[in-house]
């Protein structure tokens, strides 16, 4: 089974900007969907940013669109986020399909990572 360890979380103050990273143990992320959600304290978790499995398209949610650049190589899945806000404050996790060359949707992912907090002060 796939491990997925993010990293990167941290705090910064509203407009700054943050890099999260995740890597995956067990496998290679070239075949594979990968994408970030994220959950707010007395919230559900959302979808954030997603990448397809071959690398040539990428999803985003509308409330980071424009903000947050979601890319994955070999290795790694990363999220970029820019012109952070207050409400972005969450814990972000990565994720990814069990089977590869797929192209999923947004609710069609199996492994999680455990988060890495993301604390935006305004």
């Known amino acids: 089974q796939v491990q997925l360890v993010e990293s990167g979380g941290g705090l910064v103050q509203a407009g700054g900007s943050l890099s999260l990273s995740c890597a995956a143990s067990g496998r290679t992320l070239s075949y594979y969907a990968m994408a970030w959600f994220r959950q707010a304290p007395g919230k559900e978790r959302e979808f954030v940013a997603a990448?397809?499995?071959?690398?040539?398209n990428t999803d985003y949610a509308d409330s980071v669109k424009g903000r947050f650049i979601a890319s994955k190589n070999r290795n790694t899945v990363s999220l970029q986020m820019n012109s952070l806000k207050a409400e972005d404050t969450a814990v972000y996790y990565c994720?990814?399909?069990?089977?590869?060359?797929?192209?999923?949707?947004?609710?069609?992912?199996?492994?999680w990572g455990q988060g890495t907090q993301v604390t935006v002060s305004s």
């Open positions: 994720a990814t399909t069990a089977r590869p060359y797929r192209y999923v949707k947004r609710n069609e992912y199996d492994y």
């Open positions: 990448c397809t499995w071959d690398g040539t």
